[in-house]
C-alpha cells in the first residue's frame, strides 16, 4: 500500500474469531462458532521491509488481549462519552483476517474434508460495504493464501492485483533475508519477562554469537 500510495501509514482492521484461552474462568470449549473481535491498528512504514516487519510485530504483540477489549469500550462502556469518541473515530479502509492454519484444524483422522468445490459468492452484490478492500489468508495444505475482496465500483482488478503482487515481493524479500541470516534475530517481546529494549537485547545477542565463535 506504502508503494502504490506513497503514504507512510495505514489504518486498517484486524479481525479475529475471539475464542483464545484469555480468561481462566472463561471455557469457551462447549460453544460453536466465532465470537468476532474487531479492532483498529495504525501501521508504520520503516525505511525497509525487515524493519518494518520488527515494528508491527511488537506493535501487535503490545496489544492487550488481542483487541477483544476495543468492542467492549467502543460499545458497551458507561460513558457515554467514551462510547461516542470511539464510534466517531477514523475508520480503516483495509479490513486484514488471518484465519489460522485449518491443516491443523482438520487432521487425517477427521470426518471431515476441505471441500475443493466453491462455495459461491460470500456477500450479495447489493451489499452496502464496510471497507475499500477485504483481506482474508489461511494456510492450506501447507500453502498460504490470500483472498482479496474488493468493489470493482472502486477499484480496477489491474489495482487489486499490482497491490496482491506487491505483497508477494515483500514477502519472498522477508523470506530471502531470514534465510541469509547466520543467527536469530529477536526483539523485546521475545523476551517480555525481563522487560529489556532493542538495544539491551542486541548487546545481548552479540555478546552471545561473539562467545560462541571463540
Known amino acids: 500500500v506504502g508503494q502504490g500510495t506513497g503514504r507512510r501509514s495505514l489504518l486498517i482492521d484486524l479481525e479475529g474469531h475471539g475464542r483464545e484461552a484469555l480468561f481462566e474462568e472463561v471455557d469457551v470449549a462447549r460453544t460453536v462458532g466465532w465470537f468476532t473481535a474487531l479492532y483498529p491498528v495504525r501501521l508504520e512504514l520503516e525505511t525497509d521491509n525487515w524493519e518494518t516487519l520488527k515494528r508491527v510485530k511488537e506493535h501487535l ?34 479490513n486484514f483476517n ?80 531470514c534465510l541469509t541470516q547466520k543467527t536469530a534475530s529477536f526483539t523485546p517481546s521475545d523476551f517480555a519477562e525481563f522487560k529489556w529494549n532493542q538495544s539491551h537485547l542486541d548487546e545481548i545477542t552479540a555478546s552471545i554469537d561473539k562467545a560462541a565463535q571463540l
Open 61 to 94: 504483540r503490545a496489544i492487550p488481549q488481542r483487541g477483544l477489549g476495543y468492542g467492549l469500550l467502543k460499545y458497551l462502556h458507561a460513558n457515554p462519552e467514551m462510547r461516542a469518541r470511539l464510534q466517531q473515530g477514523a475508520a480503516a479502509e483495509v
Open 98 to 177: 488471518y484465519l489460522g492454519q485449518f491443516d491443523q484444524s482438520i487432521s487425517g483422522a477427521s470426518l471431515f474434508r476441505l471441500a475443493s468445490e466453491s462455495s459461491g459468492e460470500v456477500y450479495s452484490p447489493l451489499a452496502r460495504r464496510s471497507y475499500l478492500v477485504e483481506i482474508n489468508g489461511i494456510v492450506v495444505r501447507g500453502q498460504l493464501q490470500l483472498g482479496w475482496t474488493y468493489s470493482e465500483q472502486l477499484h480496477k482488478r489491474e489495482t487489486i492485483e499490482r497491490l496482491a503482487a506487491g505483497l508477494m515481493t515483500a514477502l519472498r524479500s522477508l523470506i530471502q533475508h
